[in-house]
Nanobody
Framework: QVQLVESGGGLVQAGGSLRLSCTAS????????MGWFRQAPGKEREFVAA????????YYSDAVKGRFTVSRDNAKSTVYLQMNNLKPEDTAVYYC???????????????????WGQGTQVTVSS
């Protein structure tokens, strides 16, 4: 099992930016597809973005496409989520997740990820 530790959340005004980081304990980090999910109070956990293990291709939800960028540094076993032009509806707890066996068609499904971080709060004020 891989331990994931997120950082970088906080309070920001609408239109501002934050960068989340997620560092993994895995020595084979490059083999993991990494995803970012978020959960607002009273809502289900939803897919935000993912970066596939082999290709490094990035995928986004429609809600964040064009505003968020996911990237990875395999040498540091870290995945990032750069969030620009934040909106109040982006307020949520953000989680990173990883899995070494996930397939492309399933990377938007929380149930397909084995390893999860503890979450970091992002609050966007209007």
């Amino acid at each position: 099992q891989v331990q994931l530790v997120e950082s970088g959340g906080g309070l920001v005004q609408a239109g501002g930016s934050l960068r989340l980081s997620c560092t993994a304990s895995a020595r084979t980090f490059s083999r993991y597809t990494m995803g970012w999910f978020r959960q607002a109070p009273g809502k289900e956990r939803e897919f935000v973005a993912a970066i596939f293990r082999s290709s490094g291709n990035a995928y986004y939800s429609d809600a964040v496409k064009g505003r968020f960028t996911v990237s990875r540094d395999n040498a540091k076993s870290t995945v990032y989520l750069q969030m620009n032009n934040l909106k109040p509806e982006d307020t949520a707890v953000y989680y990173c997740a990883g899995d070494s066996g996930i397939i492309l068609s399933s990377l938007r499904l929380p149930s397909q990820y084995d390893d999860w971080g503890q979450g970091t709060q992002v609050t966007v004020s209007s």
